[in-house]
């Protein structure tokens, strides 16, 4: 069975803070990573995907993989209320997994 | 504007029924999976359709099947419904070779 792990929080930072989510998976053979957002009541939205080793940035938002250690990591830089939701990472092509989500809250 | 359309929205069936739920993907997106999300928990994988045909599945029961439409529609459907059932299903498609899915706004069903 492929797992994708993640820390349910929730995470509570401050606005204008780092926000620091994290993600380990089991298939060593993944290629492809994302991080999905998803505010309640909605469907998630795709905010990041990364294929290599290393650093990927989108405006506030870096995605880090290292596929030796099984790891992914989204930091969201200069934290703002409108990113509190639950994000979830997920591992996979044909048959993309998810993690169950990390809540986060963005305190003004 | 996600460009993948869901139908119904809302649904409610009894224990024992069958359901069948529609999501219509934008044009060129042949490739789709559907997912399955419990109340506070992440999207579980069902299975993936590329081309009308099946290519992935998890780990769900063969009441749970699928089809995929030449016009970038598919649906899933589910026999002898349970309670467990009771979710939001959500449609995820895209263009083979890019890897992001867009989703739908997802159809809740409730099993009573």
């Known amino acids: 069975q492929k797992e994708v792990e993640q820390n349910s929080g929730p995470l509570s930072v401050p606005e204008g803070a780092i926000a620091s989510l994290n993600c380990t998976y089991s298939?060593?053979?993944?290629?492809?990573f994302f991080w999905y957002r998803q505010y309640s009541g909605k469907s998630p939205e795709l905010i990041m995907s990364i294929y290599s080793n290393g650093d990927k940035e989108d405006g506030r938002f870096t995605a880090q993989l290292n596929k030796a250690s099984q790891y992914v990591s989204l930091l969201i830089r200069d934290s703002q209320p409108s990113d509190s939701a639950t994000y979830l990472c997920a591992v996979g092509n044909n048959d993309m997994r998810f993690g169950a989500g990390t809540r986060l809250t963005v305190k003004p | 504007e996600t460009g993948v359309t869901q139908s119904p929205t809302h649904l409610i069936k009894t224990r024992g029924q069958q359901v069948t739920l529609r999501c219509s993907s934008q044009?060129?997106?042949?490739?789709v999976s559907w997912y399955q999300q419990a109340l506070g928990q992440g999207p579980q994988f069902i299975f993936q359709?590329?081309?009308?045909?099946?290519?992935g599945r998890g780990n769900f029961p063969p009441r749970f099947s699928g089809l995929q439409f030449p016009n970038y529609s598919s649906e899933l459907n589910v026999n002898a419904l349970e309670l467990d059932d009771s979710a939001l299903y959500l449609c995820a498609s895209r263009y083979r070779g890019n890897y992001g899915y867009t989703f739908g706004s997802g159809t809740r069903l409730t099993v009573v």
């Open positions: 298939d060593r053979g993944s290629q492809s």
């Open positions: 359709y590329y081309r009308e045909e099946e290519n």
């Open positions: 044009s060129g997106h042949n490739t």
